[in-house]
């Protein structure tokens, strides 16, 4: 079992940044992934971006250039750095953690993006 807890959103205007974090507990060494989702008003959860343990990163295209996701020495921290945001950025964003025994969510942590 993995426990995740996310922190760092709020509002924030156009063009300013962010960083979330998602602190992560329990079975940290079975841990072979982490990522980051999002889930606007009236929309499906989508990815955003994602790193494995050897640091690999994978970002959804609307966030490229603007978003860097990070683990420090894979360890039980990862982090979202979100600069120029823009208002359709706003959501809730949720941290997960995959392992061989299961994907595990944390409650999110809403984003909202707003002059």
């Known amino acids: 079992q993995v426990q995740l807890v996310e922190s760092g959103g709020g509002l924030v205007q156009p063009g300013q940044s962010l960083r979330l974090s998602c602190v992560a507990s329990g079975s940290i060494s079975s841990v072979y992934a982490m990522g980051w989702y999002r889930q606007a008003p009236g929309k499906q959860r989508e990815l955003v971006a994602t790193?494995?343990?050897?640091?690999?990163?994978n970002y959804a295209d609307s966030v490229k250039g603007r978003f860097t996701i990070s683990r420090p020495s894979a360890g039980n921290t990862e982090y979202l750095q979100m600069n120029s945001l823009k208002p359709e950025d706003t959501a809730v964003y949720y941290c997960n953690a995959c392992t061989n025994g299961g994907t595990f969510w944390g409650r999110g942590t809403q984003v909202t993006v707003s002059s």
């Open positions: 790193i494995s343990r050897e640091g690999y990163t």
